[in-house]
């Protein structure tokens, strides 16, 4: 028996199909895991490290907007807005939140004791209360600290070496990262060590740096060490440009500021730590816990010295630190 459909019918057939395809591409998504990303920077700044981080989810066989997918919130430089986020993205119900900084670390950890949370920061995640301990995190966080030991002491100490006149040096810290306290004390007693007169100034934006740079000619500076943060490494240009303007050899933990001008870098790859938060993400989406995951801690450490800047400020670097460098600019 053949059977008939009017024109009237099949409009109305395929009306229904058409006005079913968006439940079914909803569906689809919400069954797609989804990953919380936190940072209290902006993402032009951030988008080296936000590639790793899904290079590392990618090698656990996550890919955005195949298998996973990202919810981004940005802080745009007001760590004040970090708690709201976070809480944002518990709401959401996110699988797991990867949190980039101390200050979104510390906000993730307030907002849940439940969703896991993968962590990049550069200060010590016990004495923050992040974790419990470094090779048993215990509870629902785990990540990469980007602090080896004695990172800053070493910064000095290569700074020394590079400029042995200077007898006055001035350590950049940002007063709103929740390490700032600590990295003072370290560079205060990594100076006297060397017996040298050391000055903290602070600045936590962008019109905070020009002043900064003023202060340190004001007070005779001869060198700077800039701590770890995520505000100094988003204005890393902008830092690089006014030490040039300055004539101020300066030492940071990326080597990117090098590549920008800047003297000189020693610390771990901060890319390669967001791909490890990555994996974590990816191994925590398969079904491992926070609990059993140890905190990740650096163990090479990079050394970037940029001769032309050198040369430029009338320096010359030692030679048994060119032949350590992992990478010498010229």
């Given at each position: 028996?053949?059977?008939?459909?009017?024109?009237?019918?099949?409009?109305?057939?395929?009306?229904?199909a058409?006005?079913?395809w968006?439940?079914?591409?909803?569906?689809?998504?919400?069954?797609?895991?989804?990953?919380?990303?936190?940072?209290?920077?902006?993402?032009?700044?951030?988008?080296?490290?936000v590639?790793?981080?899904?290079?590392?989810?990618?090698?656990?066989?996550?890919?955005?907007?195949?298998?996973?997918?990202?919810?981004?919130?940005?802080?745009?430089?007001?760590?004040?807005?970090l708690?709201?986020?976070?809480?944002?993205?518990v709401?959401?119900?996110?699988?797991?939140?990867?949190?980039?900084g101390?200050?979104?670390?510390?906000?993730?950890?307030?907002?849940?004791?439940?969703i896991?949370i993968?962590?990049?920061?550069?200060?010590?995640?016990?004495?923050?209360?992040?974790?419990?301990?470094?090779?048993?995190?215990?509870?629902?966080?785990?990540?990469?600290?980007?602090?080896?030991?004695?990172?800053?002491?070493?910064?000095?100490?290569?700074?020394?070496?590079?400029?042995?006149?200077?007898?006055?040096?001035?350590?950049?810290?940002?007063p709103?990262?929740?390490?700032?306290?600590?990295?003072?004390?370290?560079?205060?007693?990594?100076?006297?060590?060397?017996?040298?007169?050391?000055?903290?100034?602070?600045?936590?934006?962008?019109?905070?740096?020009?002043?900064?740079?003023?202060?340190?000619?004001?007070?005779?500076?001869?060198?700077?060490?800039?701590?770890?943060?995520?505000?100094?490494?988003?204005?890393?240009?902008?830092?690089?440009?006014?030490?040039?303007?300055?004539?101020?050899?300066?030492?940071?933990y990326?080597?990117?500021?090098?590549?920008?001008?800047?003297?000189?870098s020693?610390?771990p790859?901060?890319?390669?730590?967001?791909?490890?938060?990555?994996?974590?993400?990816?191994?925590?989406?398969?079904?491992?816990?926070?609990?059993?995951?140890?905190?990740?801690?650096?163990?090479?450490?990079?050394?970037?010295?940029?001769?032309?800047?050198?040369?430029?400020?009338?320096?010359?670097?030692?030679?048994?630190?060119?032949?350590?460098?992992?990478?010498?600019?010229?």
């Amino acid at each position: 028996m053949t059977v008939t459909i009017g024109r009237r019918e099949l409009l109305a057939a395929l009306g229904v199909a058409a006005a079913a395809w968006p439940l079914a591409a909803r569906a689809q998504q919400a069954a797609m895991l989804v990953v919380g990303f936190l940072n209290s920077e902006t993402p032009t700044g951030w988008a080296p490290n936000v590639a790793a981080f899904r290079k590392g989810l990618s090698e656990t066989g996550f890919v955005e907007g195949r298998n996973v997918a990202i919810e981004y919130r940005w802080g745009e430089g007001h760590t004040d807005r970090l708690p709201a986020l976070a809480a944002d993205l518990v709401r959401r119900q996110v699988a797991v939140i990867a949190a980039a900084g101390a200050s979104s670390s510390l906000a993730a950890k307030a907002a849940t004791t439940t969703i896991p949370i993968v962590f990049s920061a550069g200060i010590d995640p016990v004495a923050a209360g992040l974790v419990a301990s470094l090779s048993r995190p215990t509870g629902n966080v785990t990540g990469v600290t980007n602090l080896g030991v004695e990172l800053l002491q070493k910064q000095v100490e290569m700074l020394h070496e590079v400029v042995p006149t200077a007898t006055t040096v001035v350590g950049l810290v940002n007063p709103t990262f929740p390490g700032s306290e600590a990295q003072a004390r370290d560079l205060q007693a990594a100076a006297r060590k060397l017996g040298l007169e050391l000055h903290v100034v602070y600045a936590s934006s962008e019109r905070d740096l020009d002043t900064a740079f003023e202060t340190m000619v004001r007070l005779g500076a001869a060198a700077l060490v800039i701590g770890v943060d995520p505000f100094f490494y988003s204005r890393r240009d902008q830092i690089a440009a006014l030490a040039i303007r300055h004539a101020m050899p300066a030492v940071f933990y990326i080597r990117e500021l090098v590549a920008a001008g800047a003297l000189m870098s020693y610390g771990p790859s901060v890319t390669d730590g967001y791909r490890q938060v990555g994996i974590y993400a990816g191994r925590i989406l398969k079904g491992e816990k926070p609990a059993d995951l140890p905190v990740v801690q650096p163990t090479k450490f990079e050394l970037v010295i940029n001769l032309k800047t050198a040369k430029a400020l009338g320096l010359d670097v030692p030679l048994f630190l060119q032949q350590r460098a992992d990478e010498v600019i010229e």
